[in-house]
Structure formats: structure tokens, C-alpha cells
């Protein structure tokens, strides 16, 4: 009995040991090969560089530093690598897009903070330390983007969204299969993403199941934003305002008067005090100001 | 029956003091000395910003602050002396009163300075009258300090008008330009029946309105911690304990001043052993409810040991803060009131070291009541450099903190060197009365 509990603790010691030692090992990150050879339709010149360094000090720079100063956060485990090193400038365009784009563990997920040009511009920044790099250019057609057509409605009783995802090619209308669609509710501190990303089934259309409880606006307007992801047509998003949530008027914290209010809406009770000094402060000055007169004038006769 | 030659003794010893003479132009000169080396030191910061003192994020107040509710503090003390001692109709503190004005109108028109070296650049003091809010303590806190320096003036004003016409009439070796002043700044003074009962009522009206104001300001000063959640400062009797400290301080600042003008100006025959004597009661006094508030300030988190509270008090008690903690606690409160108890310490000699202890005690008593709070907050500080943890003042800062002071003593140099220290109408007043 003792035995077996003892072999028992040695075994679940050694399952957490090795569990625990899982991140430690796996360093590489697994990227797709079809992702691996992916380029940018950004090309990466001087204008590109300056706007995706904006971007890398907003987003980046917070962990991996300044690109070449190593002055990464070194406290965090896994370290995030000084970006203008030997095994960043090793990673394919695509490999470093896909980084950006999923992230893992402390490094989070770009793809719906940033705009596909926004990350690819990031990359050019990025690429702008690496000696000896020379762009390969995407030979997919950016033009192509503009041709989708997402369609999005709302079905009442089975309370489902659905995505219908199409392009306006010139031999005919197209739907777009097997084409990667995340739905979004815009919140006020960001956007809410609704169940998972999806791929579109043979005709482009995909369903989310919606939340029965998501709060609107006064009328019960939600605004959403559909983001798709297509090989040859690229990344697409589209907004679009529906009656789908409760309709919900919370008034605004700073509507009525308080104490954390600006200086205009503040209490009566703080306003009526603090005039009511001041006036008597006034008055007992100008009493003052008379009796001196008045003693002045006494001197005189 | 008068006693003229009394009289023309009394006003020739008051009216001493008003002259130049070397060791005024000497002592002014060491003053504008360091007065200029302060401000080269302001520039300095007026340049690279207030990255050049200790204050980091963490610790955003430090030294300056706690050097502006020391000189809050210590301008509470005309209210104290003059207006709840003279109201309440002791004779004894005529001799001091103008004294204890003079500081308090001093170090009131400093404090407003001190904060706006705080500030970094000056002109951030627009800030505060164009978004400033009224629900904030740090609006009513200009304002009331405002009130406080314009009543002080009017204070040291109103009983000194009669004594100015007498610098008008007897002194005679002023520039008649002087002589000029102290007539128009005597405002036709006659001394007579109606002119006499009028600065009386005066001197009451101002006696009763200075004091809500007075308690105001430190009142005020204290909330804009009070007001707050963090340690060490969110409590309940910070308004009281505030007030009885600054008289603490005040009476200490007093006592060093009597001692100087007694020996410097001669007269020991006005602030005689007596006064020093009531003045070291009163210092005892207030020192004992300022020691009832601190036994409440501290034993009661103490006792409970709440979470961050216990940190708090765990660094003031044995942590990095202890040695100052009781250092101010001790010397700078315990031992002066025992001391103080001892016939033979209520003397001006012992009771001046006392008080410089006591004085000391008090500026160090602000920096531990702003700057541990300050390194103690509630969120976790992580990832930051040590400087950012622990404040320590640099030179330039210390030497900014040194501006104020040089120029109170400025004020307080050129104020008792221009009118009588001591009053010289009551004074006269007061003999007559004891000698009908």
C-alpha cells in the first residue's frame, strides 16, 4: 500500500516535471509551410519603414526594445529576442508575419489589434535592421481586395449571424471558399469577438451563434465588423450596424453632478460652501478697508 | 498719574533696533549670498526639469511638499498667540505677539512658493485657476492660503499703526523719505478716544476671523492627504493632528526668535524669564495633545495591522524610515516636554536648544508623514530602477528646499528692522494700567 502511494507520487512528480518543462523545450514555432513562403504586397521602402516604426513603438517596444539595443525586457520567460538579431533576420517574411499574426504565450496575437498593411509595415521596419536583406514582393494582386463583397444578416429566431462572403470577378460573381471570417461586436473598450474564426463552407457563407444578452445602444444597435482572411484576395473587413442586442441607455457617469465631475457640474453643497466663504472673506475685507478709512478720517479733524 | 519718564524709556528701548548697523548689513549679506546660490540651483532645474531632484514616479512628493506643510505649519502660530491667547485674556503675551505675527506672516508668504518649485515650471500654476476643480482640496487649499497671508498682513498691520506713528515722531535718524512712510502708513493717527476704541474693534474683528481660517489652512493642507485611500494618510483625525502639530512647531519658532531679539536687541527687560517660561508651558501643552494625536495616528493601525498599513508601519517603526521615526518622536516631542517639565530647563538658554531640537524635529516629522506613504503603494512596483523605489533628495533639491527659508528670514530681518518687535503703544499701555 505505502509502495504503491509512493510510486504513485514519484509518477504524478514526474508527469508535472515533464509537463512543466514542455514550453522550455519547445522554442521553434511550428509555421505552416504554406504560411512560410507568404510575402508582403507592402513594399518595403523609406515611407513604409518610418510608418511601421510608429507601430513598432506602440506595440512592440514595450517587450522587445529598441531593435539592436537589447533593451528587451529580460525578466520575461521566454526573453523576447532583440529584433535586429541573427535568428530574427533568419525567419522568412512569412514566418515573421505569422508570428505577428498568432503570437504564443506572452507574445500576443496581432491580427485583430492590427491592420494587415499595419503589420506588414511593422515587418519593414523590422527589416530595416537586417543587413544584406533584399524584399521578395508579393506576386499576388493587391487590387484584388477591393473586389470582395461581404454580405451579413441576421436571423431573428435561430439568433445566428451570417456571413456571406463573395467577389465581383469580371467573368461572374465568385464565392469565396475556405476563406478565413472572424465576426466582432465593437464594445467600448474594444472589440468582442464572436465565437471563433471560421471558414467559409463551398458556397462563402458562414454562421456565428450571436449572444441573446450582448447590451446595445438605445435602439439595440450593435455594430459589427466582419474580418476576412483569403489567399488570393487578402484581408478585407466590413462594418455594419444591426439590431441584434438588448436595447440598453445607461446614462453617462458624468451626466449629473458629483464630486468626480468637472468643475461645472460640481455639488451645489461644495459650490454654496465654497461661494459662501469666499463672500464672507470679501465682506470682512471690505469692513476693514472702511474702518480704516473711517480711522483716517477720524486723524483728520 | 502718567509716568512719562517710563514711557520715553520704554520707547526709546523698543524703538532701538531700528537702525542699520553693521552687523544687519553683514547678516544681509550672508543671506543674499545663499539666496542667490538657492536660486542658481532653481535654474537648474527651471532647465533640465525636475529630473534633477529625487522625485521619481513613485515618489512624486517628497522634500518640497514636506517643506511646504512644515511652513503652513509653522505660520499658524500668530493665530495661536495672538488671537486664542489674547482673546482669552492673557496679559502675558503682549511682548509677543508681534513676534509671533511677523512669522506667521513670513512663512505664509513663502509656503505658496515652496509649492510652485514643486511644480517644475512655474507657469503650471495657471493650471491650477484655469482647469482647477473645486472638489479638490489643492483649489481650496490656494485659497485659504491665500486669506491667511492677506489676514496676516492685516494682523501685523492694525495694532502696529499707532506704534508707527510713534517711529514717525520719535526716531530721528531715518532718511525723511522713511519718515514719510511711517506717516502715511500711520493713517493720520491721533491716539485719540474714538481712534483707539476703533483699532480696538478692529484688532477683535480680526482676532475672532482669523482663527476658522487659520484652522482652515492646515485644516485644508491635511485633507489634500486625508482625502486620499493610501496608507498612512487615510485618517481621520488628520485635520486636528495636523493643527496641534503646527503649533508645536510655531511655539518652537517662537521661542528661537525671542531668544535672539532678547539678546540681540537688549531686552531682556520686556521678554523677561517669565515670558520664556509661559511660552516653554505652552510648548509643553501643545506638545502633549500633538503627542495624544500621535499615539492615536499610529497605535491604532498599529493594533489592527491591516495588510498595507502593516508594511507601513513596519518601515516606520524598525523598517528603513525607523531611525528618523524615532528620532523626531523622541527628541523631537518625548524628550523637550520631559525636559520642559524642570523648572531649570524653562530658561532662555536650555529652552533655545530645546526649541532648535523641537523646530528640527517638526521639518523631519512632515518629511516622514509624505515620503513613506509615498514609497508604499498599493499596486506591486515592479521592473523599476532602485532610485525609483527609494527617494533620496539630491543637492539641487535640498538647496531649493533652503530657498524658502532664507527668505523668511529675510522677511523677518528687514520686518524687525523697520518697526518695533516689541509693541510699543500696549506696552505703555499695559504699565500704565499696573501702575495707577
Not at chain 1, 506588414?120 to 536583406?133: M, N, Q, T, V
Not at chain 2, 484688532?203 to 489634500?224: D, E, N, Q
Request: with cysteine.
Amino acid at each position: 500500500m505505502l509502495r504503491r502511494k509512493f510510486n504513485l507520487k514519484i509518477s504524478i512528480s514526474f508527469l508535472l516535471i515533464t509537463v512543466l518543462s514542455i514550453p522550455a523545450f519547445a522554442q521553434g514555432w511550428d509555421v505552416p509551410e504554406a504560411q512560410k513562403s507568404k510575402n508582403s504586397n507592402v513594399v518595403f521602402d523609406a515611407g513604409a519603414t518610418k510608418e511601421g516604426e510608429s507601430v513598432f513603438t506602440k506595440n512592440c517596444v514595450s517587450c522587445h526594445g529598441n531593435p539592436g539595443k537589447g533593451n528587451f525586457m529580460k525578466t520575461l520567460t521566454p526573453p523576447p529576442p532583440d529584433l535586429a538579431g541573427d535568428k530574427t533576420h533568419n525567419l522568412t517574411d512569412g514566418e515573421l508575419f505569422y508570428i505577428l499574426n498568432t503570437g504564443r504565450g506572452v507574445m500576443p496575437s496581432f491580427k485583430n489589434i492590427l491592420s494587415e498593411t499595419d503589420r506588414w509595415k511593422a515587418i519593414a521596419f523590422i527589416r530595416s535592421f537586417h543587413k544584406g536583406y533584399v524584399q521578395v514582393v508579393s506576386k499576388t494582386d493587391p487590387e484584388k481586395s477591393k473586389l470582395v463583397k461581404i454580405n451579413v444578416s441576421f436571423d431573428e429566431k435561430s439568433n445566428k449571424v451570417t456571413v456571406d462572403v463573395k467577389a465581383n470577378e469580371k467573368t461572374g460573381v465568385v464565392a469565396l471558399k475556405e476563406t478565413e471570417v472572424s465576426l466582432f461586436a465593437k464594445r467600448r473598450f474594444g472589440n468582442l469577438q464572436i465565437e471563433k474564426s471560421g471558414r467559409t463552407d463551398a458556397n462563402g457563407v458562414i454562421s456565428f451563434n450571436f449572444p441573446k444578452e450582448l447590451p446595445g445602444d438605445k435602439e439595440g444597435n450593435v455594430e459589427l465588423i466582419v474580418k476576412i482572411s483569403n489567399e488570393a484576395y487578402g484581408e478585407v473587413e466590413s462594418q455594419s450596424k444591426m439590431k441584434l442586442g438588448i436595447p440598453t441607455d445607461v446614462p453617462s457617469l458624468t451626466k449629473e453632478r458629483s464630486m468626480f465631475n468637472v468643475m461645472k457640474k460640481a455639488p451645489w453643497w461644495i459650490l454654496i460652501t465654497y461661494f459662501s466663504g469666499i463672500s464672507i472673506v470679501i465682506g470682512f475685507f471690505i469692513y476693514m478697508l472702511l474702518n480704516l478709512k473711517k480711522l483716517f478720517d477720524l486723524g483728520k479733524k | 498719574m502718567l509716568d512719562h519718564s517710563k514711557a520715553d524709556k520704554i520707547t526709546s528701548d523698543l524703538l532701538r533696533s531700528i537702525r542699520m548697523n553693521k552687523s544687519f548689513v553683514v547678516w544681509m549679506g550672508i543671506l543674499g549670498i545663499s539666496l542667490v546660490i538657492c536660486l542658481y540651483a532653481y535654474t537648474i532645474q527651471l532647465r533640465e526639469g525636475l529630473g534633477v531632484t529625487g522625485l521619481r514616479d513613485y515618489v512624486s512628493w517628497g522634500m518640497y511638499i514636506a517643506n511646504f506643510v512644515f511652513f503652513v505649519a509653522a505660520s499658524l502660530i500668530g493665530m495661536l498667540i495672538s488671537a486664542v491667547l489674547g482673546l482669552s485674556g492673557q496679559k502675558w503675551i503682549t511682548p509677543i505677539t508681534r513676534i509671533a505675527e511677523i512669522i506667521a506672516l513670513a512663512f505664509a508668504a513663502v509656503a505658496g512658493l515652496v509649492i510652485v518649485s514643486d511644480m517644475g515650471h512655474p507657469e503650471r500654476l495657471l493650471n491650477v485657476f484655469m482647469y482647477g476643480r473645486i472638489q479638490s482640496p489643492i483649489i481650496w487649499d490656494v485659497t485659504v492660503v491665500t486669506v491667511y497671508v492677506l489676514l496676516s498682513t492685516l494682523y501685523l498691520f492694525i495694532p502696529l499703526i499707532p506704534d508707527l506713528k510713534i517711529c514717525h515722531d520719535k526716531i530721528d535718524n531715518i532718511t525723511p523719505l522713511q519718515s514719510k512712510i511711517y506717516k502715511l502708513l500711520s493713517l493720520n493717527w491721533k491716539g485719540t478716544a474714538e481712534q483707539v476704541a476703533l483699532v480696538r474693534k478692529m484688532i477683535r474683528a480680526i482676532s475672532i476671523f482669523i482663527i476658522p481660517v487659520a484652522f482652515g489652512i492646515h485644516t485644508v493642507t491635511s485633507w489634500l492627504f486625508a482625502s486620499t485611500l493610501r496608507v498612512g494618510w487615510d485618517s481621520t483625525i488628520f485635520g486636528p493632528y495636523f493643527v496641534t502639530g503646527a503649533f508645536v512647531t510655531g511655539c518652537a519658532g517662537v521661542i528661537i526668535a525671542m531668544y535672539f531679539y532678547r539678546f540681540n536687541y537688549k531686552l531682556g527687560d520686556y521678554l523677561t524669564d517669565f515670558h520664556f517660561d509661559k511660552m516653554a508651558k505652552l510648548l509643553v501643552l501643545v506638545s502633549l495633545v500633538y503627542l495624544y494625536f500621535n499615539l492615536n495616528e499610529y497605535m491604532v493601525p498599529g493594533y489592527k495591522m491591516k495588510k498595507f498599513d502593516a508594511l507601513h508601519i513596519h518601515d516606520l517603526f524598525v523598517g528603513n524610515h525607523a531611525l528618523l521615526f524615532w528620532a523626531v518622536q523622541l527628541g523631537g516631542l518625548v524628550i523637550p516636554i520631559i525636559l520642559l517639565l524642570f523648572k531649570k530647563m524653562r530658561t532662555p538658554k536650555p529652552m533655545l536648544f530645546i526649541a532648535i531640537a523641537v523646530f528640527i524635529g517638526a521639518w523631519f516629522k512632515r518629511y516622514i508623514i509624505v515620503v513613506p506613504t509615498m514609497e508604499h503603494p498599493f499596486l506591486p512596483i515592479q521592473n523599476v530602477p532602485l532610485n525609483f523605489k527609494i527617494y533620496t533628495p539630491t543637492l539641487t533639491e535640498v538647496l531649493i528646499n533652503f530657498a524658502p527659508f532664507v527668505l523668511v528670514l529675510l522677511i523677518i530681518t528687514i520686518l524687525s528692522k523697520v518697526v518695533p518687535i516689541i509693541p510699543v503703544q500696549e506696552t505703555i499701555e499695559e504699565f500704565e494700567e499696573t501702575h495707577k
